[in-house]
């Protein structure tokens, strides 16, 4: 059974960190890139950071960068978000998602994320 759990999420200060760990089963989790995306209340859900498979590349949202960084751990089967510099309007459902080169597409359940004093 595949199953993306992620966690990590809260309530943080803006200005504020965060850690968002995605962990990942049922499935070969160093064939896949691994993306985080994120949905504000009445906005249409974005990219914010992809790593790749094979040589653990990174790309991020314009509006991320310098700030946010993804990484993963293919001997835990984890994938990582961590997030600095939080803004309130960065406030949204944060969701894990794999990709295979083959077409095959998974998403985890979401963790909310709070950005606010």
């Known amino acids: 059974q595949v199953q993306l759990v992620e966690s990590g999420g809260g309530l943080v200060q803006p200005g504020g960190s965060l850690r968002l760990s995605c962990a990942a089963s049922?499935?070969?989790?160093?064939?896949?890139?691994m993306r985080w995306y994120r949905q504000a209340p009445g906005k249409e859900r974005e990219l914010v950071a992809a790593?790749?498979?094979?040589?653990?590349?990174?790309n991020y949202a314009d509006s991320v960068k310098g700030r946010f960084t993804i990484s993963r751990d293919n001997a835990k089967n984890t994938v990582y978000l961590k997030m600095n510099g939080l803004k309130p309007k960065e406030t949204a459902v944060y969701y894990c998602?794999?990709?295979?080169?083959?077409?095959?597409?998974?998403w985890g359940q979401g963790t909310q994320v709070t950005v606010a004093s």
């Open positions: 998602n794999a990709r295979h080169p083959m077409g095959y597409r998974y």
């Open positions: 790593i790749r498979s094979a040589d653990g590349s990174t």
């Open positions: 049922g499935f070969t989790f160093s064939d896949y890139a």
